[in-house]
Nanobody
């Protein structure tokens, strides 16, 4: 059984930082892209960041560029999202996702077939 388990969410003030982790079990994702998505109340789930199988390529939504960093440790089957200078509009449930292919091609949700249950990130103003 494949599982993706997120951790590291919480409540932080504007300008603060959080580091999300996503540990995979049940299969290795070392040959697959990994991603982070988020969903705020009343909104659709949206792409945040993705990373290719080797970590050589990374992708971000425009609003988080320069503030968020995605990384991975294939030996630990884990992907991370370092979030700095957080803003209230970053408040959402953050989901880890395992991709079907080795890299992200920009098609969003459809490129990912494995999902975690999410971790809440709340940024207070």
């Amino acid at each position: 059984q494949v599982q993706l388990v997120e951790s590291g969410g919480g409540l932080v003030q504007t300008g603060g930082s959080l580091r999300l982790s996503c540990a995979a079990s049940g299969r290795t994702f070392s040959s697959n892209a990994m991603g982070w998505f988020r969903q705020a109340p009343g909104k659709e789930r949206e792409f945040v960041a993705a990373i290719s199988w080797s970590g050589g390529n990374t992708y971000y939504r425009e609003s988080v560029k320069g503030r968020f960093t995605i990384s991975r440790d294939n030996a630990k089957n884990t992907v991370y999202l370092q979030m700095n200078n957080l803003k209230p509009e970053d408040t959402a449930v953050y989901y880890c996702a395992g991709g079907w292919g080795p890299d992200y091609t920009g098609l969003g949700l459809g490129e990912f077939g494995f999902w975690g249950r999410g971790t809440q990130v709340t940024v207070s103003s």
